[in-house]
Structures are given as C-alpha cells and as structure tokens.
C-alpha cells in the first residue's frame, strides 16, 4: 500500500507548526487588545445551514464536502467561520449587542489546489455583530493593519463596496446574471480589462452594456481621485459609504472599484489584504460587511448587522 495525503492536505513537522502557533499567538494577543473574545463551533454544520439563502451562494457551495451521518442526516464540512457564526448568533437571541468574537479553527473547501490554497485549512476570524455603524468597519480595517504591522508584513488593504457594484450594473442596465457579471469584474487586475470585456462578451452582454461598466471600473489615480470620477456617473449608497470608511486612512488602504470577493453574503464594506511585493499572488485576508444572513438565519425581519475579516494561516506562513 502506498502511503500519502489526500490531495489538498497537509502534516506540518515541529519546525512548521511551532511557526504557525506563533502566528496565532500574534493574531491572538491583537484580536484580544481590540476586545474579541474567543467562540469555537463544530467542524460539522447541517447541509441547510451552509447552504441557505444568505449564506456562501452556489459558487462556495460547488466546493463544499457534503456527507451523510448514520441517521442519514445531511451534513457538510464548514467552508467558512462566518456561516458558522451567523448560525451561533441566531440560536442565542440573549447574546448582548455588539457581539465581538475572534474564532481561529480549521475549514474546508474542495476546490482546486496551489501553492496557497490547499482543502484543509485555517481561517483566523474577528467579526462584530450588531454594529451598524460604519465606524465597526473602520475598526476592521485598524484591526487588520495593527495584525499586520504585529507580523512585520507590508501590506496594502484594497477596499470596496458591494453596494458600488450592485450600482454600476444598474447604471449598465444589468439585470440577470448579476453575481456572474460581479465575478468576471473581480478578475480585472488579473487578466486585464482586454480580458474582462472578452469575458463579458461571452456571457452575452451588448457592447454598450460592457462599455458603462469599463468606464467606471478603469478610473485610476488616489483614492479621492477615483472617488471623484465615479461620482460624476453615480453618487449613491456606496460612494457615501467609502467615502466615510475611506477618509480614516492614508496610503495603507486603496480603493478597489473591481473588488468584489467570491462570497455572495457580503452587503457592504469588503476588503482583501494584500502583500505590496506582491510576491505571494493571492491575497492573505479578506472579508467585509454581511448584514443580511443572521437576520436571515433567526427567521425574522429584522437585520442584524454584522462586519468581519478572515486571515489565512497558510499564506501567512509563507
């Protein structure tokens, strides 16, 4: 018999996992100064929990490990802590408000495999429930750049607004398809604006549609700058919202128009930290503002706000 891992997973030797406790311990003491607490949840979550309406969407759920117990109940691995915590929230309505908890565990996703992404691993989480302030958000991203500096990473934070997005394919006259059009306009600094109207044209938008859409996305300059040349086509909910987080920070976070971050639960404020040397090629963290899916989760018509950010262990172990 041949011996080896299952593809996508990991043994860490002591030299490795000494250095990832470290990093842990880093997070830890900076998460802890900001006030979060720690919560742990099961590996394990119902299959209808990871897949409910406000939860990852299709695209996270195509990568979900999906299984059946003894009792032939429907269960899943955990992509995220995020769902996880949202089902924590609505299961007990006596939690004062806001909540702040740090969560740092294991999660699993069958998607392809690279040098930074592998099936099995660990997701460091802060996330605040209840604060519908856009100061929770600044507070995030303080969070983020104070871990950061901890870890003696250079780091840029690329910051956007799901509400921006969802207005330029208004302004474009988009109306089907949406979550597809946000993806293929997250890929702009990856193939290139060539390569997003390509991709767009084969999903069957007219010229024109496409056209509105590269207007707005290819603006460039400081931040004030981009804010400026998208006010003059929309000035809406979400230029107001990034104008508000952005005027707390200087050089150390950009406005990213294309920023869109895979997950569909997000409402507001998103961010991805990145290394400036670019040197890793994907991101090292990321989350933003989901104020729809604890709501969704307690069966009521309320909205619970809640705002968050996930730092990967692996590319911080690089």
């Known amino acids: 018999m041949e011996l080896k891992r299952p593809k996508g997973t990991e043994d860490f030797p ?49 990568e979900t490990f999906r299984l059946k117990d003894q009792g032939d109940r429907d269960l899943g691995l955990r992509y995220d802590l995020t769902v996880p915590l949202a089902r924590f929230v ?15 565990e294991k999660v699993f996703r069958d998607g392809p495999v690279t040098k930074a992404r592998i099936r099995e691993f660990w997701q460091c989480d802060v996330d605040i429930v209840g604060a519908k302030t ?33 207005e330029i394919l208004e302004y474009a006259d988009i109306n089907e398809n949406k979550e597809s059009v946000i993806l293929s306009i997250d890929k702009l600094y990856k193939i290139g604006k060539e390569g997003v109207e390509k991709e767009l044209q084969g999903k069957g938008l007219p010229q024109s549609q496409i056209n509105k859409i590269l207007k707005i996305i ?36 950009e406005f990213a128009p294309t920023l869109a971050r895979g997950l569909s639960y997000y409402t507001g404020t998103i961010f991805e930290i990145v290394l400036k040397d670019k040197s890793l090629g994907c991101s090292i963290g990321g989350g933003g503002r989901y104020d729809n899916m604890i ?24």
């Open 295 to 318: 709501g969704s989760f307690a069966e009521k018509n309320e909205i619970i706000p809640a705002i968050g950010i996930s730092f990967g262990l692996e590319p911080l172990s690089f």
């Open 218 to 253: 290819s603006v460039s300059g400081s931040n004030k700058a981009k804010l400026d040349q998208i006010k003059k086509i929309i000035n809406k909910q979400g230029i107001k919202e990034l104008e508000e987080v952005l005027k707390y920070f200087k050089n150390e976070v």
């Open 90 to 104: 609505a299961m007990n309505p006596q939690l004062p408000l806001p909540f702040k908890r740090y969560q740092i």
């Open 14 to 62: 002591p030299e490795e996992k000494i250095l990832r406790n470290q990093i842990v311990e880093t997070l830890k003491k900076v998460f802890e100064r900001y006030g979060f607490n720690p919560l742990e949840t099961p590996i394990l979550e119902l299959y209808s929990t990871l897949s409910a309406k406000y939860a990852g969407g299709a695209e996270i759920l195509k």
């Open 134 to 166: 856009l100061l929770a958000d600044v507070e995030i991203i303080n969070l983020a750049l104070s871990a950061m500096k901890e870890l003696k990473l250079k780091c840029i934070i690329k910051v956007n607004n799901r509400k921006l997005l969802n």
